[in-house]
């Protein structure tokens, strides 16, 4: 099924209505979708080079007003909606063990690097947020500025490398803004138990 989820969302970025496209997978990644919509944001940008800017901000401003649908179905929703989108995915037990782990700063800290990195998955932590009851005004500033510099960064390497960047950014760019997210949790964590 993610197979032909990728597939399909890659058809997408030929078409004619391709940033309407692009605007809806980047609002519904950041709540309810599996496919990252860096997927179609790359083969746009490498089409049009000149658009990858206005492209990137169409995908921050759909992910952003996504990953604040996303905090209304963990803040209001959760059992009734919410709930049964992450047991469909298979994210429910590791959304629970992440409930239970966390206190209001690490989310905080989480919504940075699910901005990033997708670590952990953004629709996760959208919803988590919520349900942490995380202030609606902070949320939608860390979104911004992590979904802004992703998509934004993602631009730049294009425009200025071209289509020899992107086997780089689709196999390694993710693994090294994973390391760096995994690292700034794990500063973070050492920071608050062991050194604060």
Do not use: C
């Amino acid at each position: 099924m993610l197979r032909r989820l990728y597939d399909w969302t890659m058809s997408l970025a030929a078409r004619k209505s391709a940033e309407k496209w692009l605007a809806i997978i980047a609002f519904i990644e950041s709540s309810i979708f599996l496919v990252p919509a860096d997927v179609l944001f790359l083969p746009m940008a490498l089409a049009k080079p000149e658009k990858a800017y206005r492209y990137a901000v169409i995908a921050t401003v759909a992910s952003v007003l996504g990953g604040i649908a996303g905090w209304f179905l963990g803040y209001y929703a959760f059992e009734t909606v919410a709930k049964p989108i992450l047991a469909f995915y298979g994210k429910l037990e590791a959304f629970e063990a992440l409930r239970t782990a966390v206190d209001y700063q690490m989310v905080v800290l989480l919504l940075i690097t699910s901005g990033l990195s997708h670590l952990p998955p953004i629709k996760v932590v959208t919803i988590l947020s919520g349900v942490a009851h995380i202030n609606i005004w902070l949320f939608i500033v860390s979104a911004i500025v992590a979904r802004g510099a992703r998509f934004l960064l993602l631009a730049w390497l294009l425009q200025r490398y071209g289509e020899p960047i992107r086997h780089f950014i689709e196999n390694r760019l993710g693994q090294i803004a994973g390391f760096g997210a995994a690292a700034l949790i794990v500063l973070y964590v050492a920071y608050r138990y062991f050194l604060h």
